[in-house]
């Protein structure tokens, strides 16, 4: 009996509980409804949950447990000479066993009695069903890939009784307990709540996991190199982590990263700043409806955009057409037609990701600007204020702590940005001021070590996690400033 | 409205009603939003220094017809007035009248107390500032305390001028918005329910207020309570669907008026 069978006679004894317990509730009203605390339907759920919710808990706890068990047995089995080997020729017996196992059951019952009676080899017959094996079969797998076949039926036998005696008595525990005063809704709605936190944790759970593997890498870079070489450092030379070498050689110098990260973020705040919050400004006091309609969608699809696409646009078009111009005004200037904007350059990312971060600033800044109470506005308009004055004067400033939290998220999305940094900013790292030169991110550094073969144990790529954790703690201050500030202005109103 | 009872004479300041000039006429005036059309040809004219009181049940277009005296349906979409309505006989929607100069002679104290998010001194000296008002600090500081006494407030608050006006309490901030339109040196005060979030005291602080700048303002006020209307007004006008129901001396209005709906209205029949 196969998993998803009894999956679904588990389904059909809940849904057949649901009507019962229905039609139960039902008559316990005796034809007044209104008897009934619950709904019928809320009975028909509570046994349905019964019959289905703890059987399918065993189920999945089954399914998970009983291979583990099974591989347990069977790695007992294995002869001395297999397993006094270490644990990775183990493993490897036990993947043939399994494979094997497998194999057998694609046998007819002639094919295996010759099999078994050592009439034909294994190998050929395997072979002829698809299954491949690297040499002719020892002794011991035969019999151990017999066993593993015979245990694992068994498991699934076991598990469809357990799991169906479950299902049923379930339902039969719910339908003795129905009756007109039961309190069905209650129950059904803290199995609702229960799986709502659950949905909740499992977000949590996830973002805690993700800290938690990102730390114990990190520490385990920080085991081959120290923190304040790596904090305070300002060089950046890994070296190549040559298979073996173990190299812990290279200079892992954080600071031109961190400086690159944030000039270019910076510059790109330079250009999203301005635009996007005239934009904003634009669409929350001057456009007319019908305007705001089309202009503000149209604007949310840039930020809807790729930002590998942004890469490109910055890779072909962007980077070339400052370098030409700036070979162009040089030449202009001084009659000597070098370029003194590289392609790639602090300027080219910043450009490009403000382009990007328009859209949120003007976005999050427009939501915050028409938050503000149209009775501000009136009260200075009714005072003979023109238009502009008013969102000078009253406006911005009330929305200011709004809009510097909403600064700070999309600051801290610059910081994070990745894709138009890797085609747009290069690879060097260094610590200049010079905008026109290429300079390299903390996101940037982090692909380069995690491109190509690795091995995870050399600095070299560790360290990759630790520059994560890094930039995970810069914007998660961010972004926790940002809410607090938001959250702070918000009570203004409320 | 040529037979004065005596109670109407006193409180014109033994000044008879039908002598006092007109401040703002408002000719044929309609309101329309969008396809909506709000106000029906009303005639009303506001006397100067004289507190005229707009009644009637809700969305009978007083507040409407209010917000047309300085122009601040302008602010709203689609919204378009037509007919003529003066200011010292000079027509407020001609082309040529800046809406801004236009507000700050009409100025307006609207339904909930909007102070800005800023200082008790600076809510009050954002209109001098912005219309120039006041060249040196030493006069914005004799504004503050001339609206603030002429909204009453200046005892509450003089030793906190620099506190924010959004820590007032309620009946406070509404009077701190008075101050602050007062600053401007309107000519006309325009009123939208400027009691209705307020508790009864402060209520009755506003209603003495608004009896005490009449003698320099000419106020229109739009309120939802009879007896508000009653007791600061000298004028009433009964608003129904947009139409102009009846004008007339507050006294006759509420003893003996003139038309059967404002009867009904007042002895809360409908509304």
Same mark, same amino acid.
């Given at each position: 009996m196969n998993t998803s069978l009894i999956f679904l006679i588990v389904l059909i004894i809940g849904l057949a509980a649901y009507f019962v317990a229905r039609s139960r509730a039902v008559t316990s009203a005796n034809g007044k409804l209104?008897?009934?605390?619950?709904l019928p339907g809320y009975h028909g759920t509570y046994a349905a949950i019964w019959a289905t919710l703890p059987a399918l808990v065993v189920l999945g706890v089954w399914l998970i447990a009983s291979p583990m068990l099974i591989e347990k047995t069977i790695r007992a089995e294995l002869p001395e000479t297999v397993t006094s080997q270490g644990s990775a020729p183990t493993e490897l017996a036990l993947g043939q066993v399994i494979s094997v196992a497998n194999g057998l059951r694609l046998l007819s019952d002639d094919e295996l009695a010759t099999v078994t009676s050592g009439s034909a080899t294994l190998r050929e017959t395997l072979a002829a069903k698809g299954v491949p094996m690297a040499s002719e079969a020892a002794t011991y797998l035969l019999a151990s890939a017999q066993d593993y076949n015979a245990l694992k039926d068994t498991s699934q036998l076991a598990m469809a009784a357990v799991v169906i005696i479950l299902s049923i008595a379930g339902a039969v525990f719910a339908l003795r307990g129905?009756?007109?005063?039961?309190?069905a809704r209650n129950r059904v709605e803290q199995v609702i709540l229960g799986a709502l936190l659950l949905a909740s944790s499992i977000a949590i759970l996830t973002t805690v996991g993700i800290i938690g593997s990102m730390l114990s890498e990190a520490i385990r870079f920080f085991q081959s190199v120290s923190p304040s070489t790596f904090f305070f450092g300002t060089v950046w030379d890994p070296r190549f982590a040559a298979?073996?070498?173990?190299?812990?050689?290279?200079q892992f110098g954080l600071l031109p990263l961190l400086a690159g990260t944030l000039y270019i973020a910076f510059v790109a705040m330079l250009f999203a700043v301005p635009v996007g919050l005239f934009a904003a400004i634009y669409m929350a006091e001057y456009a007319r409806p019908s305007v705001r309609s089309i202009a503000k969608p149209l604007l949310e699809i840039l930020a809807g955009i790729p930002t590998i696409v942004y890469g490109f646009f910055a890779l072909i078009t962007v980077g070339p057409f400052l370098r030409d111009v700036s070979a162009q005004l040089n030449g202009l200037v001084?009659?000597?037609?070098?370029?003194?904007?590289?392609?790639?350059s602090v300027l080219t990312a910043g450009i490009v990701m403000g382009i990007m971060l328009i859209p949120f600033v003007s976005s999050l800044s427009d939501d915050i600007i028409t938050q503000v109470p149209r009775s501000l506005r009136d009260g200075s308009l009714g005072l003979g204020a023109t238009r502009s004055e008013t969102i000078k004067k009253v406006v911005l400033p009330a929305a200011l702590p709004g809009i510097v939290g909403a600064l700070l998220l999309t600051a801290s999305r610059a910081v994070g940005e990745t894709m138009i940094v890797v085609l747009a900013a290069g690879v060097a790292a260094r610590m200049q001021l010079n905008p026109f030169e290429a300079m390299t991110t903390v996101t940037v550094k982090i692909v380069n070590q995690l491109t190509?073969?690795?091995?995870?144990?050399s600095p070299q790529t560790l360290v990759a996690f630790a520059l994560g954790i890094t930039l995970f703690a810069i914007t998660l201050c961010l972004n926790i400033y940002a809410l607090y500030i938001v959250r702070k202005y918000r009570e203004q109103y409320e | 409205m040529n037979m004065m009872s005596e109670a109407a004479v006193e409180k014109a300041l033994d000044q008879k009603m039908t002598t006092v000039p007109y401040k703002m006429i408002g000719k044929d005036v309609s309101v329309y939003y969008g396809d909506k059309r709000?106000?029906?040809d009303v005639n009303l004219n506001v006397r100067e220094n004289t507190v005229t009181a707009l009644i009637g049940?809700?969305? +009978?277009?007083k507040s409407t017809f209010l917000r047309t005296l300085n122009r601040?349906? $302008?602010?709203? $979409?689609n919204c378009r007035v037509t007919g003529k309505i003066t200011l010292d006989d000079g027509?407020?929607? $001609?082309?040529?009248?800046d809406v801004v100069e236009l507000r700050a002679r009409v100025g307006m104290v609207f339904q909930k107390p909007n102070p800005?998010?800023?200082s008790i001194y600076e809510n009050v000296t954002y209109g001098p500032k912005i219309h120039g008002l006041a060249r040196a600090k030493a006069e914005l500081d004799q504004i503050v305390e001339q609206s603030l006494q002429k909204a009453g407030l200046w005892n509450e608050v003089k030793d906190r001028l620099?506190?924010?006006?959004?820590?007032?309490s309620g009946g406070q901030q509404q009077r701190l918005c008075i101050a602050r339109a007062v600053a401007v040196s309107p000519e006309v005060i325009l009123m939208d329910?400027? +009691?209705?979030?307020?508790d009864p005291i402060a209520t009755a602080k506003v209603e003495e207020l608004i009896h005490e700048l009449r003698t320099n303002f000419t106020i229109v006020i739009v309120t939802h309570s009879m007896q508000q209307a009653a007791r600061v007004s000298q004028r009433t006008a009964m608003f129904h669907l947009g139409n102009l129901v009846e004008e007339n001396d507050t006294d006759k209005m509420f003893?003996?008026?003139?038309?059967q709906r404002t009867q009904d209205y007042i002895m809360g029949r409908f509304g």
């Open positions: 209104s008897v009934l605390h619950s129905i009756s007109a005063p039961f309190r298979a073996g070498s173990g190299g812990s050689e290279g001084t009659g000597n037609y070098v370029n003194f904007i590289q392609a790639q190509g073969d690795l091995e995870f144990n | 709000a106000l029906f049940p809700s969305g +009978c277009g601040m349906n $302008d602010t709203i $979409d027509d407020i929607y $001609d082309a040529k009248i800005f998010p800023k620099h506190e924010p006006g959004t820590g007032l329910e400027p +009691c209705s979030a307020l003893t003996n008026p003139d038309d």
